[in-house]
């Protein structure tokens, strides 16, 4: 009956420690898939970022230097093969400048050189 106890009991402390390595495994692979959707989620929160940083700095740069822009956006350079295309915005028209009298022109270009010359002679 001693040897039936004795492998009873070497059985069980098998069964015990395949238990503890099976938790060790699934406690690693556990932190493994963590750290790894971790890792996606931190580098699609600096993509995002990234794109919140561009939008707002065009959203600036039009505020600042209004709607016309020599680079296009990111949309705008590859469109797609099936889409149709967009009709452009009009750039805002400017006022033409007034039209200049070459006479006055030229009398004030001679009176702002006449005044340099005499700011020059007095130094």
Known sequence: ?????SLSEKVQQKK?????EAAKKAAQK??????????????AAVAQAGQTLRSAGAVI????FGPDREEA??????????AEPRPR????RRAAPPPVDPERFEREVDEELAAL???????
């Open 89 to 92: 915005a009009q750039p805002p």
């Open 30 to 43: 556990a932190a493994e898939l963590a750290l790894a959707r971790g890792k996606e989620a931190a580098l």
């Open 1 to 5: 009956m001693s040897v039936f106890k």
């Open 117 to 123: 010359k005499r700011k020059l002679a007095g130094e």
């Open 16 to 20: 015990e420690e395949l238990e503890r």
């Open 73 to 82: 956006p990111v949309e705008d350079r590859e469109p797609s093969p099936d």
């Open 61 to 64: 740069e039009e505020k600042l």
